[in-house]
């Protein structure tokens, strides 16, 4: 038999907290993956698209890690983690995994983490490469890192909302290979901004030079991704905002602080995001660096 939004009752259920870019994409696209989703957001609008797209609205987060096995979770600040976490906890529904998939300092998830082991819950470190709008497109990788049995257990959900997962080993080496991987982004992005601005002073059409260079040696994923938004020069529908990057730029620079790495690609790039908030971009995408 049928659930009202058109999931059959056999169907793996699978809990979203955080239905934001990210959250309601992951959330969108296991739905269409014959998931039964159970999600919270603390803003109504959010639960409200969630609930028209065949999916359970629920009223807390205690109460999406009552209904599913298995919780992601996709939250804006270390704050937010260490509270949902506690809420989760609460439950002391022992055996329950949740994985998490923000992108926080180390420190966060260790403490939330200790919050939900006291309860006999399991904590998964699984950041996500991708943007918004490849969340979208379910063009997601998943870094996950944490005990192999629980990653076991989240395999069979990983294909629901991304196009590859990995298992990194110990819980926390997700999170230090989504480091690695935002430091190459925060540079690549930078670097196509500026290789654009070039093609628009030359006098080039900046379309043909997304179509004759995106695919050859100069090209990146950022190029790919961010470049039409270059040629548009609108960054309105924002897959990363410029004011949400700058928690990621900062984790990532003292991340390679504290190994005394010398970054110095990166230090240079960062600059070039903070004109851009002092531009009055904060809340467009971060191809604005275009701009």
């Known amino acids: 038999m049928a659930t009202k939004g058109g999931k059959d009752n056999a169907a793996p259920h699978v809990g ?37 797209e ?27 983690v260490e509270s949902v976490a506690a809420e989760i906890a609460a439950t002391k529904r022992r055996g329950l995994i949740v994985v998490e998939t923000s992108t926080m300092p180390l420190e966060t998830k260790e403490r939330a983490r200790a919050i939900l082991a006291k309860a006999g819950i399991t904590l998964m470190d699984c950041p996500l490469s991708g943007t918004g709008a490849q969340a979208r497109a379910k ?19 990983f294909p629901g909302f991304s196009r590859g997962h990995y298992y990194l080993g110990v819980f926390g080496n997700g999170s230090k290979m989504k480091y690695v991987a935002n430091h190459l982004v925060a540079i690549h992005n930078v670097a196509a901004g500026e290789a654009m601005t070039l093609a628009a002073k030359a006098g080039l059409d900046l379309q043909q030079v997304l179509d004759v260079v995106a695919g050859g040696a100069g ?35 003292e991340f390679a602080t504290q190994l005394d790495c010398p970054v110095p690609l990166f230090a240079a790039s960062a600059p070039i995001y903070t004109a851009a908030m002092a531009s009055g971009l904060a809340k467009q995408d971060t191809a604005a660096v275009c701009a």
């Open 16 to 52: 979203v907290i955080g239905l934001g870019i990210m959250g309601s994409a992951m959330a969108s696209n296991m739905l269409k993956a014959g998931f039964r989703v159970t999600g919270f957001k603390v803003v109504p609008a959010a639960r409200t698209v969630l609930a028209k």
């Open 54 to 80: 065949g999916g359970r609205a629920a009223r807390s987060a205690g109460e999406v890690a009552r209904a599913a096995p298995i919780v992601i979770t996709s939250l804006p600040t270390a704050a937010a």
């Open 139 to 157: 063009d997601l990788l998943v870094y996950a890192s944490g005990p192999k049995a629980a990653f076991d257990q989240c395999a069979a959900i």
């Open 219 to 253: 090209g990146s994923r950022m190029l790919q991704v961010r470049g039409p938004m270059m040629v548009a020069n609108d960054y309105s529908d924002a897959t990363m905002k410029v004011e949400v990057w700058q928690k990621d730029m900062h984790i990532i620079g």
